[in-house]
């Protein structure tokens, strides 16, 4: 399916009928997720795939009873780092030296910089920026679900806090950000399957300028 069809496709799916997704599908929106772009390449997140039905149950109960959490096939919750550290970008900077053949020291001054730049912008900001990114790869997978023929609902509407402390994020250095049901569509119990797709019109949505 090309792109643009399959997103005419889409729809957030408000009822799954619990069918297990193949995992060679699985795998295609994981790895385009994790081909997606971030600032600086720096990836500031992880993706739980979640499939234990006692796990779901509990999330569940802290996502306002969203069905579409424990009827999905697997559920993708994206959780962005708790802040950036000289130490953490230091690590990726080294694993890309590493394995691009450079020497060690080839990203040192762009290191730098940009933790010159990050550190004084405190704490709040260093996890907006990391849940941005994390969102860049969230919109990747929705779209790759959607070549896939799998159905997605992006769900922020959850208990963050008590996610984080569901999956001990914390520990991990971590917060969860935004859930992605991966699933398939119960045509005959949801509203909002046949109805319209509306966007807004591509002459309001867009502006040129020359």
């Given at each position: ?5 399959a ?109 010159s ?37 992006p769900i ?14 914390n ?17 005959t ?22």
């Amino acid at each position: 399916m090309k792109l643009l069809d399959a997103l005419k496709w889409r729809y957030a799916t408000k009822k799954m009928n619990g069918q297990v997704i193949p995992q060679e599908k699985l795998d295609y929106i994981l790895e385009a997720a994790r081909l997606a772009p971030s600032s600086s390449g720096l990836q500031p997140y992880q993706i739980f795939v979640i499939s234990n039905k006692e796990l779901l149950e509990k999330i569940k109960a802290i996502s306002f009873d969203q069905s579409q959490i424990t009827d999905a096939s697997h559920l993708l919750v994206f959780a962005a780092w708790d802040g950036y550290s000289l130490e953490r970008i230091e690590a990726v900077f080294n694993k890309t030296v590493l394995e691009r053949g450079l020497p060690l020291d080839a990203m040192d001054a762009y290191k730098e910089r940009l933790w010159s730049m990050y550190e004084p912008l405190g704490q709040e900001w260093h996890a907006n920026h990391a849940a941005k990114q994390a969102y860049i790869s969230f919109g990747i997978a929705i779209a790759a679900a959607a070549e896939q023929n799998v159905d997605a609902t992006p769900i922020e509407g959850f208990l963050p806090l008590e996610l984080d402390k569901i999956l001990e994020l914390n520990k991990q250095g971590l917060k969860s950000v935004v859930l992605l049901p991966l699933g398939y569509r119960d045509e005959t119990a949801d509203w909002l399957v046949n109805l319209k797709k509306v966007r807004t019109s591509i002459d309001k949505f867009v502006t040129f300028i020359s």
